[in-house]
């Protein structure tokens, strides 16, 4: 099993015509994913990699036969919003938004719009989500090579607000024979669709998933929202937590960003050093290193380091 994607899975691409998009698609195809049309306003009757390009996200539905169901949004900030509202009107209920730097007013319109009709948004500014051997939505573990030597079928979840590092923590989870069963780069930005509190009870319900890994850093509310929800919901999953930018606490970098746009320290709640102290606090393990990782999980499981 795993969380929002299957072998089943069908997506498009919307901007499949931009360079970043080409070669996102490629690796996507390359992986076994099923993506079943693009959208690029004047390119209809064009195919990137042999898949079909169209108008609107209407059009790739209508030529589909049937409900498609993701995208990933790959367009320029400016418009960014009128893409995810056109895919959401057409009953996608799936959304990875690969671009950053978007409005935040714009994101949280997406993102009410999306709660409003059942849809699900991923990121912005993120890499998408990969179930390993069965289906990678987005960008996130690159070539389909190199995403199948970082990520291999498990028992852990991972999820990251950085793509790089979702990468190296499945990376880590693989090589010690512990494996992935979904991955997802939520994204960096200060507002996004699905933090790690929301994705939970998708983990909570699968029944492949036995353990939980997340990055997190410095900034937001994201942290404090999980503990709440773990103590709350009395988790079955044991979960550990890397965090970085620990020196962020020091009072000369009071009010500076660290790694991601989400990442502004505005109050003491968003220190690194509170952070730790509220997940620690649930339960939730936090480790200094990578490396570490593996074996906590290990611990975590009841299995021998």
């Known amino acids: 099993m795993s969380i929002l994607l299957d072998k089943d899975t069908t997506f498009i691409v919307q901007g499949i015509t931009g360079r970043e998009a080409v070669n996102l698609t490629k690796e996507c195809l390359d992986y076994g994913s099923k993506v079943v049309g693009g959208v690029t306003p004047g390119r209809k009757g064009r195919e990137v990699h042999g898949v079909p390009v169209f108008d609107t996200v209407a059009q790739a539905v209508a030529h589909h036969g049937g409900p498609i169901d993701g995208s990933v949004v790959t367009v320029p900030p400016a418009f960014t919003k009128d893409a995810v509202l056109e895919a959401i009107e057409n009953g996608i209920e799936l959304i990875v938004v690969v671009t950053e730097r978007i409005p935040r007013g714009d994101v949280a319109e997406m993102v009410e ?15 998408g989500l990969i179930v390993p051997e069965v289906c990678k939505m987005g ?3 690159g070539p389909a090579k190199d995403a199948a030597k970082a990520y291999q079928p498990g028992r852990v979840g991972v999820m990251s607000r950085s793509g790089g590092m979702t990468t190296e923590i499945s990376s880590s989870l693989t090589q010690a024979g512990l494996g992935v069963s979904t991955a997802v780069s939520i994204g960096g930005d200060a507002i996004i669709g699905s933090a790690y509190a929301e994705l939970m009870p998708y983990f909570e319900a699968d029944e492949q998933t036995e353990a939980i890994v997340i990055y997190t850093e410095p900034g937001g509310r994201m942290e404090a929202q999980l503990a709440e929800w773990v103590k709350d919901n009395n988790s079955r999953l044991p979960i550990v937590a890397f965090m970085a930018g620990k020196f962020m606490d020091d009072e000369e970098m009071k009010g500076m960003s660290f790694g991601h746009a989400g990442t502004i320290v505005e109050g003491v709640e968003d220190t690194a050093t509170e952070k730790i102290a509220r997940l620690e606090a649930a339960g939730i393990r936090v ?7 593996p074996d906590v999980v290990k611990e975590k499981l009841g299995a021998t380091a």
């Open 113 to 127: 719009l999306a709660d409003m009709r059942g849809a699900r948004i991923i990121g912005p500014n993120c890499l």
């Open 287 to 293: 480790v200094e290193r990578i490396d570490e990782i």
């Open 139 to 141: 960008g996130i573990g």
